[in-house]
Nanobody, 121 residues
Framework: QVQLVESGGGLVQAGESLRLSCAAS????????MGWYRQAPGKQRELVAT???????NYADSVKGRFTISRDNPKNTVYLQMNSLKPEDTAVYYC???????????????WGQGTQVTVSS
């Protein structure tokens, strides 16, 4: 099986920064796209940012210019640097990875357990 473990959430004031990390482990043959999603109370889970193995990135409009996603392929780890945080960024942040566990084995999406980010005004 594959496990994703997130870390780095917490409580900060508006304008401050946080860095989230997510490490994938287990029966990993290869990882394709990795990303971060978030879910605020009463809202649907939404995409924050994704990154391909080659480093191509995609961001939600609401975080462009403030958040930066990166990855360390040898460590199977993805990061999310969040700057200039706003109260509306408050949510549970989930890590996602598309993983195959073997040659010619289907790709599957795996999720972390989530980490809380709270931004006070």
């Amino acid at each position: 099986q594959v496990q994703l473990v997130e870390s780095g959430g917490g409580l900060v004031q508006a304008g401050e920064s946080l860095r989230l990390s997510c490490a994938a482990s287990g029966s990993i043959f290869s990882i394709n796209t990795m990303g971060w999603y978030r879910q605020a109370p009463g809202k649907q889970r939404e995409l924050v940012a994704t990154i391909t193995p080659s480093g191509s990135t995609n961001y939600a409009d609401s975080v462009k210019g403030r958040f930066t996603i990166s990855r360390d392929n040898p460590k199977n780890t993805v990061y999310l640097q969040m700057n200039s945080l706003k109260p509306e960024d408050t949510a549970v942040y989930y890590c996602n990875a598309r993983v195959t566990t073997g040659w010619r084995t289907p790709w599957n999406d795996y999720w972390g357990q989530g980490t809380q980010v709270t931004v006070s005004s």
